[in-house]
């Protein structure tokens, strides 16, 4: 299913930019204080999930024991995860098996293999997972389902993809600020495995007719970007884009923060990385503020 | 996790995978004693997470107690590619007929296991040729893709059985450990037939740690990196002298970025994550204060999720209990900026609009001393 239909809805439809999500773990600490900062941007949260809470109510919302019962009784198919890690694998296959469409798994600290299992039943049923360790996906100024600070993004043609939260935000808020206002914004993570790869969110987003540009944001570890600049040559994707690499600086064998962020001898490295998008056509920014820029210069090339 | 040869042959034995007789050590004395039972000649190894040890000379054959009393202390003392010696190795050494390769490991980009083995091992994977490579799904391997494997290799007669034994149970232990990898470089083929792992290799997923108490014996940290661990950071301790803390994985890593191409080095790499408050704050300037050679502090936080007065409240009470004395170079970008810089107008933190200009400064005045 498309990404925009799952976000938005279609004209005319009585719930249109306006769909239903629920909140599992809806009532921890992080669950809901992002619970009441999503409802204030405006996301049409219709309810929430914790096991043993069925029936009371947080901040209008109605609480549900499972996630089935959060479905039958919202019709939502859009659900976003906010449990403790180990508590992540079930969590998700609840929300697969309840005909969620769309999971937003934001914990950090997933098991990879409880990770692929859950990637596995969602290919099987058709779901997209975004995540985990993901500030999220939003379409700025209508709909945000994540962690992410409301202040650097704005509404426009841009489409930013991003395997790192602080510097999705970080580069959006260079671009906003450049009057380069974003479309999508969509984090896929910085785990080792993920539920959205860079391509695949590269693949929800190329063919907007309305897309005016793209912003990739990776980092140290895997192949993830080296698959997308090869996809990137493959359909001759012209449209303007220009990508950031963090991580250049980073020593050998050591995880930076993220579990995915890790060079092993040269696989995962920035140089392989920034090799691969110069081939591609696309630059490299040095630095955050420097993508707005690059990205100027490739649009006026797109004219 | 990433054990050492020792750990991960310990966990092959366990799981019935042969390796040659050996006894690990940090001391000469036990090691004498090791000597005794093993019985000469034997291989002194170096342990230390890194590879091409044998390049460097850190694994030795030792025919002589004479031989042993120089090598073993040459051995435990050296530095390789900048990481010490954990412990030694002494291990029975092995009549080599052939060397072949044998991995399981996390394929990132297909989202599954994946399996490389090769006839011809011994050399670092970047130059194993004629590789095999099979995905494995979840990592559960079953006899008839094991022998299909070692058909591909172009294994014969008995070795052919003893592969398939060997990689159904390396991916037994891959999967009930949790592995991120599982390397046998050389999977030795010896004078006398028999198929024996002489090296391993193995990273654990740590996000599955809490399932593993049986590995927790293998973790290796420094007291202030376990502390980081329990206050929800990640840090890594780099050689340089300015600290550099911010928020997010990737925007630290952005700032190290910046500071090396303005020839600024690095003291480490302190993520206090996206939930950062006063007290974990104040926690990450507690854990620089334990850290050697900082002569300043460089932060970058863009708030948003945390509110940067939270910031400049914890660097004010680190000064007044005297437990930084450092310069501080901070660019605060988020919620109540404004506010954060009349908080710290008096102390010894300077705020800067942009990271880049915090860094300009950071590297002046380091050079400055």
Same mark, same amino acid.
């Given at each position: 299913?498309?990404?925009?239909?799952?976000?938005?809805?279609?004209?005319?439809?009585?719930?249109?930019?306006?769909?239903?999500?629920?909140?599992?773990?809806?009532?921890?600490?992080?669950?809901?204080?992002?619970?009441?900062?999503?409802?204030?941007?405006?996301?049409?949260?219709? $309810?929430?999930?914790?096991?043993?809470?069925?029936?009371?109510?947080?901040?209008?919302?109605?609480?549900?024991?499972?996630?089935?019962?959060?479905?039958?009784?919202?019709?939502?198919?859009?659900?976003?995860?906010?449990?403790?890690?180990?508590?992540?694998?079930?969590?998700?296959?609840?929300?697969?098996?309840?005909?969620?469409?769309?999971?937003?798994?934001?914990?950090?600290?997933?098991?990879?293999?409880?990770?692929?299992?859950?990637?596995?039943?969602?290919?099987?049923?058709?779901?997209?997972?975004?995540?985990?360790?993901?500030?999220?996906?939003?379409?700025?100024?209508?709909?945000?389902?994540?962690?992410?600070?409301?202040?650097?993004?704005?509404?426009?043609?841009?489409?930013?993809?991003?395997?790192?939260?602080?510097?999705?935000?970080?580069?959006?808020? $260079?671009?906003? $600020?450049?009057?380069?206002?974003?479309?999508?914004?969509?984090?896929?993570?910085?785990?080792?495995?993920?539920?959205?790869?860079?391509?695949?969110?590269?693949?929800?987003?190329?063919?907007?007719?309305?897309?005016?540009?793209?912003?990739?944001?990776?980092?140290?570890?895997?192949?993830?970007?080296?698959?997308?600049?090869?996809?990137?040559?493959?359909?001759?994707?012209?449209?303007?884009?220009?990508?950031?690499?963090?991580?250049?600086?980073?020593?050998?064998?050591?995880?930076?923060?993220?579990?995915?962020?890790?060079?092993?001898?040269?696989?995962?490295?920035?140089?392989?990385?920034?090799?691969?998008?110069?081939?591609?056509?696309?630059?490299?920014?040095?630095?955050?503020?420097?993508?707005?820029?690059?990205?100027?210069?490739?649009?006026?090339?797109?004219? | 996790?990433?054990?050492?040869?020792?750990?991960?042959?310990?966990?092959?034995?366990?799981?019935?995978?042969?390796?040659?007789?050996?006894?690990?050590?940090?001391?000469?004395?036990?090691?004498?004693?090791?000597?005794?039972?093993?019985?000469?000649?034997?291989?002194?190894?170096?342990?230390?997470?890194?590879?091409?040890?044998?390049?460097?000379?850190?694994?030795?054959?030792?025919?002589?107690?004479?031989?042993?009393?120089?090598?073993?202390?040459?051995?435990?003392?050296?530095?390789?590619?900048?990481?010490?010696?954990?412990?030694?190795?002494?291990?029975?050494?092995?009549?080599?007929?052939?060397?072949?390769?044998?991995?399981?490991?996390?394929?990132?980009?297909?989202?599954?296991?994946?399996?490389?083995?090769?006839?011809?091992?011994?050399?670092?994977?970047?130059?194993?040729?004629?590789?095999?490579?099979?995905? %494995?799904?979840?990592?559960?391997?079953?006899?008839?893709?094991?022998?299909?494997?070692?058909?591909?290799?172009?294994?014969?007669?008995?070795?052919?059985?003893?592969?398939?034994?060997?990689?159904?149970?390396?991916?037994?232990?891959?999967?009930?450990?949790?592995?991120?990898?599982?390397?046998?470089?050389?999977?030795?083929?010896?004078?006398?037939?028999?198929?024996?792992?002489?090296?391993?290799?193995?990273?654990?997923?740590?996000?599955?740690?809490?399932?593993?108490?049986?590995?927790?014996?293998?973790?290796?940290?420094?007291?202030?990196?376990?502390?980081?661990?329990?206050?929800?950071?990640?840090?890594?301790?780099?050689?340089?002298?300015?600290?550099?803390?911010?928020?997010?994985?990737?925007?630290?890593?952005?700032?190290?970025?910046?500071?090396?191409?303005?020839?600024?080095?690095?003291?480490?790499?302190?993520?206090?994550?996206?939930?950062?408050?006063?007290?974990? %704050?104040?926690?990450?300037?507690?854990?620089?204060?334990?850290?050697?050679?900082?002569?300043?502090?460089? %932060?970058?936080?863009?708030?948003?999720?945390?509110?940067?007065?939270? %910031?400049?409240?914890?660097?004010?009470?680190?000064?007044?209990?005297?437990?930084?004395?450092?310069?501080?170079?901070?660019?605060?970008?988020?919620?109540?900026?404004?506010?954060?810089?009349?908080?710290?107008?008096?102390?010894?933190?300077?705020?800067?609009?942009?990271?880049?200009?915090?860094?300009?400064?950071?590297?002046?005045?380091?050079?400055?001393?």
């Amino acid at each position: 299913m498309n990404i925009f239909d799952i976000l938005k809805g279609t004209e005319g439809d009585s719930d249109y930019c306006k769909k239903g999500v629920i909140v599992q773990g809806i009532t921890g600490a992080y669950g809901s204080l992002h619970t009441k900062n999503m409802m204030s941007y405006g996301t049409n949260i219709v $309810a929430g999930v914790t096991p043993s809470k069925g029936g009371q109510i947080f901040e209008g919302i109605p609480i549900h024991n499972t996630v089935q019962e959060a479905v039958d009784a919202t019709g939502a198919n859009i659900s976003i995860v906010f449990v403790p890690a180990k508590f992540f694998k079930n969590a998700a296959i609840e929300a697969l098996n309840a005909g969620i469409k769309l999971l937003v798994a934001i914990p950090e600290h997933v098991p990879v293999r409880d990770t692929m299992e859950v990637i596995r039943l969602a290919k099987e049923k058709g779901v997209t997972v975004i995540g985990p360790n993901t500030p999220g996906v939003m379409i700025p100024e209508i709909i945000k389902i994540g962690i992410m600070p409301h202040m650097p993004f704005k509404s426009g043609n841009v489409a930013v993809i991003s395997k790192s939260g602080t510097l999705l935000y970080e580069i959006s808020d $260079a671009l906003s $600020a450049a009057n380069f206002g974003q479309c999508i914004t969509i984090g896929i993570g910085g785990d080792p495995i993920n539920g959205t790869r860079l391509v695949d969110a590269f693949d929800m987003v190329k063919d907007l007719p309305s897309l005016e540009g793209l912003v990739i944001v990776g980092e140290i570890g895997g192949d993830s970007e080296e698959l997308l600049a090869q996809r990137i040559m493959e359909l001759n994707f012209t449209k303007p884009t220009v990508a950031y690499i963090a991580g250049r600086a980073a020593p050998k064998g050591k995880r930076m923060g993220h579990a995915g962020a890790i060079v092993m001898g040269t696989y995962g490295s920035a140089e392989s990385k920034v090799n691969m998008f110069n081939k591609a056509n696309v630059p490299v920014a040095k630095r955050p503020t420097e993508v707005p820029v690059l990205l100027a210069g490739k649009m006026k090339e797109f004219v | 996790m990433r054990l050492l040869e020792f750990q991960a042959k310990e966990l092959f034995a366990e799981y019935g995978i042969r390796v040659p007789s050996g006894h690990a050590s940090t001391d000469i004395s036990t090691a004498r004693q090791d000597a005794k039972s093993l019985g000469y000649p034997f291989i002194i190894k170096f342990q230390a997470p890194v590879g091409g040890r044998g390049k460097a000379g850190g694994i030795q054959l030792c025919s002589t107690t004479d031989e042993f009393e120089i090598k073993y202390p040459q051995i435990l003392d050296m530095t390789i590619k900048g990481e010490r010696a954990r412990a030694i190795l002494l291990e029975k050494a092995a009549n080599i007929k052939k060397e072949l390769y044998l991995s399981l490991f996390l394929n990132r980009s297909k989202r599954c296991y994946t399996v490389i083995a090769s006839a011809e091992g011994g050399v670092e994977i970047e130059s194993v040729k004629d590789q095999i490579i099979r995905e %494995v799904g979840m990592g559960d391997i079953t006899d008839d893709v094991a022998s299909e494997i070692a058909k591909d290799m172009g294994l014969e007669g008995d070795v052919i059985s003893q592969f398939v034994d060997t990689l159904s149970r390396l991916s037994q232990l891959a999967v009930e450990k949790e592995v991120e990898l599982a390397e046998i470089n050389p999977l030795a083929i010896l004078d006398d037939g028999s198929l024996v792992a002489l090296d391993g290799k193995m990273i654990t997923d740590d996000n599955s740690n809490f399932r593993h108490p049986e590995l927790q014996k293998y973790r290796e940290e420094s007291e202030v990196e376990e502390r980081a661990e329990k206050s929800g950071f990640s840090l890594v301790i780099m050689d340089g002298d300015i600290a550099v803390i911010g928020n997010g994985a990737g925007l630290v890593m952005s700032t190290l970025d910046m500071l090396s191409d303005s020839g600024g080095k690095a003291a480490c790499f302190l993520d206090v994550g996206g939930g950062a408050t006063t007290e974990s %704050v104040y926690e990450a300037l507690t854990l620089i204060s334990k850290i050697d050679g900082i002569t300043g502090i460089l %932060v970058n936080l863009y708030g948003g999720i945390v509110k940067t007065t939270t %910031v400049a409240s914890a660097f004010l009470l680190a000064y007044e209990n005297k437990l930084i004395d450092l310069p501080v170079f901070a660019r605060l970008k988020g919620a109540e900026s404004d506010k954060a810089q009349v908080m710290l107008a008096d102390s010894k933190t300077q705020l800067f609009d942009s990271v880049e200009d915090a860094i300009q400064t950071a590297v002046t005045e380091a050079k400055s001393r």
